[in-house]
């Protein structure tokens, strides 16, 4: 089947300039060819037409490089609320979110921590056609210390030889990359976001095993001395990278040039909670925040796009909240976007399916009303989504609710005062 697609402007890749009237034809899930309408109208005969969006600008899909589609963000304990559903409700519940990520424009998504294998089983479905959303790369539980962050989703492993069982376990399963806690996390009981979990020779045996059955490794390391060594061990990519260190955030510059000399790509996870306050470093503020994403553009780290969606009020269709503190932190709308796709499709080995609107590569597209590369708010209206040829049809993305972000001005409130978390947290894990 061929669709063709015509819109005001068209965005081929991260680096093309922007086309005035593009067209895009589209066979079989797949890109024939994309440019402008006068070049290449005359290859579209009349039984196919021509689908005129009007005033939007066209360009690929985006990727999310960090989601939890088991977890609901509506839920203040949202690890704990999540393990007390049946494995149909929470079937459900991963079929919403999957829906939410197309919602804003979300054709890929990597699952960096759900308990079971149902992300594999809807991963599977979604890539046999029996269910639609986005493409997904899934990492099954997190590996972690015992007692440590996230434990509770299962993935405990301690010693050379533990993490390299609990590697091999997660191949065997189907998980496409592996996930480690390299650090304690914000809101797991008894752990903390500055402490160094696993040692580098255990991260290194944790990445010679993956790359066995070639799957790459990502960390959560949000402390200083875990992201220092995660990068000695020269895993794949970086979660957070906060740089605490006690109750305090300095960015590392001596660490950061390994980073860039490794090639390691860094997932910051800007989202709706640091557009007000932040789980991220609840303590700092959010010029500090700021202020460690310019550090990291400035020393050339690679960055790639991911929210933490899942936990609370980081809701999956808001994507675009966490682009504004990139752009604040002076990451230039090209580079945003480049984040969100190619650089993002390059890091999950993606390169040659999607990223760009290449002939050849999976018809995933999203059109906003207006022009991302001029208005970082236009990323927040999105009117027009295909994944691998298939049109989304589009819900409206709601406001956050003003109960959600009092519970985080709250959480953020008392850790900065030092009075520790509201009861309701005792047992569960977010930031993950």
């Known amino acids: 089947m061929t669709v063709v697609l015509r819109a005001a402007r068209l965005l081929i890749d991260s680096s093309s300039e922007l086309i005035e009237d593009g067209l895009v034809i589209i066979n079989d899930g797949r890109i024939t060819k994309a440019g402008s309408f006068r070049t290449l109208n005359g290859l579209v005969t009349i039984s196919q037409g021509i689908r005129d969006l009007g005033n939007v600008t066209l360009m690929p899909g985006l990727f999310d490089c960090h989601v939890h589609i088991t977890l609901d963000p509506s839920k203040v304990n949202t690890t704990t609320a999540s393990s007390s559903l049946t494995d149909k409700e929470t079937t459900a519940l991963m ?19 759900s308990k079971g294998l149902l992300g594999v089983k809807i991963r599977d479905l979604i890539n046999a056609g029996s269910l639609f959303g986005p493409r997904l790369q899934v990492a099954h539980a997190p590996i972690t210390v015992p007692g440590g962050h996230a434990h509770a989703m299962g993935g405990v492993a301690q010693g ?17 990359l592996i996930k480690v806690m390299s650090t304690g996390g914000f809101m ?30 990502t ?31 300095k960015f590392e510059e001596s660490v950061a040039k390994k980073i860039v000399e490794y090639e390691i790509a860094v997932c910051p996870t800007m989202n709706t909670a640091c557009v007000e306050h932040s789980y991220f470093c609840p303590w700092d503020s959010r010029q500090a925040i700021v202020s460690n994403l310019t550090s990291l553009r400035q020393a050339g780290v690679k960055m790639i796009v991911g929210t933490d969606a899942g936990i609370p009020l ?6 675009a909240d966490g682009l504004t503190v990139l752009a604040d932190a002076g990451y ?101």
Request: charged letters at 25%.
């Open 314 to 319: 980081c809701h999956f269709e808001r994507y």
């Open 160 to 176: 050379i030889e533990g993490v390299r069982v609990e590697v091999r376990k997660r191949a065997n399963e189907g998980a496409d």
């Open 219 to 249: 960390t959560h390391a949000t402390g200083t001395q875990g992201i220092a060594r995660a990068v000695d061990a020269r895993l794949d990519s970086i979660e957070h990278c906060a740089w605490i260190n006690g109750q305090n955030t």
């Open 188 to 217: 797991t009981a008894g752990s903390h976001p500055s402490q160094a979990r696993y040692t580098v020779k255990e991260l290194e045996a944790i990445k010679d095993e993956a790359v066995k059955f070639g799957m790459k490794v």
């Open 95 to 113: 079929i919403s979110n999957c829906s939410k990520l197309l919602d804003a424009g979300i054709t890929t998504a990597r699952d960096l921590g």
């Open 332 to 432: 230039t709308n090209r580079e945003i976007i480049a984040s969100a796709t190619d650089i993002a499709a390059s890091v999950c080995g993606l390169s040659s399916e999607t990223g760009k609107l290449h002939s050849g590569m999976a018809a995933d597209l999203v059109g906003f009303e207006g022009n991302p590369l001029e208005d970082i708010h236009a990323f927040s209206k999105p009117v027009f989504v295909m994944a691998r040829g298939k049109e989304h049809k589009l819900t409206p993305i709601a406001p956050v609710a003003d109960g959600a972000m009092a519970t985080a001005k709250e959480i953020a409130e008392r850790l900065r005062k030092g009075a520790g978390l509201p009861a309701q947290f005792t047992d569960t894990s977010i930031s993950v």
